[in-house]
């Protein structure tokens, strides 16, 4: 198993709908959680992070954690084509003995107009 | 303004040469990585550092050196033996505390190009 596991995609969306991106990883003992937008050729930003189960919300982005189930979640709602972009999940797994985030493969999104 | 810069953003190696890639940050942040990120692909951990002159490998460190002399500083070198350079290479930086890593800092990326 991968340590930090994603869909590669596309997943593609309608212009307005909610997009769901997911991300599976390996450690249960992991404690923070990160959602990176990457545009092409350019260098990841951060979206989003959570420490804690359960959902965090930050405008239009919600980031969902359940980790009896190790698994973190990036909602988007009203989706608009400026989001078409690819999402990084990284997390902080404490098994590896790395203080480092390792990067999930990420998620290509397309907004379709 | 605070932030992290990479240079030189394009660079050209021709085979069996080594090239350094710069990395500077202004956010008094103690550590500082390199990831390489290859097409489609997410990013790999080349070598990270948490204090200076320490630094410790990541899962493709073979190929690679770096130094931390500075606080702000960690330059990584791309040696002739890393077989397949050519690759967007990222440097980042983030406030370090016990055993968790914050939020990662990046800067622009360079991407280097084996001729």
């Known amino acids: 198993q991968k340590e930090v596991e994603q869909n590669s995609g596309p997943l593609s969306v309608p212009e307005g709908a909610i997009a769901s991106l997911n991300c599976t990883y390996s450690d249960r003992g992991s404690q923070s959680f990160f959602w990176y937008r990457q545009y092409s050729g350019k260098s990841p930003e951060l979206i989003m992070f959570?420490?804690?189960?359960g959902d965090k919300e930050d405008g239009r982005f919600t980031a969902q954690l359940n980790k009896a189930s190790q698994y973190v979640s990036l909602l988007i709602r009203d989706s608009q084509p400026s989001d078409s972009a690819t999402y990084l999940c990284a997390v902080n797994l404490m098994d590896t003995g790395r203080r480092a985030l390792t990067f999930g493969s990420g998620t290509r999104l397309q907004v379709q107009p | 303004d605070g932030g992290i810069t990479q240079s030189p953003k394009y660079l050209f190696r021709k085979e069996g040469q080594n090239v350094t890639l710069s990395c500077e940050q202004n956010?008094?942040?103690?550590?500082m990585y390199w990831y390489r990120q290859d097409p489609g692909q997410g990013l790999r951990l080349i070598y990270y550092s948490q204090i200076v002159n320490d630094f410790q490998k990541g899962d493709i460190a073979e190929g690679y050196s770096v130094s931390r002399e500075k606080k702000e500083s960690f330059p990584l070198t791309v040696t002739s033996a890393q077989k397949n350079p050519t690759a967007f290479y990222l440097c980042?930086?983030?406030?370090?505390?016990?055993?968790?890593?914050?939020?990662?800092?990046f800067g622009e990326g360079s991407r280097l190009t084996v001729l």
């Open positions: 959570i420490y804690s189960n």
């Open positions: 980042a930086s983030s406030i370090f505390s016990g055993t968790n890593t914050g939020e990662l800092f």
């Open positions: 956010l008094n942040h103690d550590a």
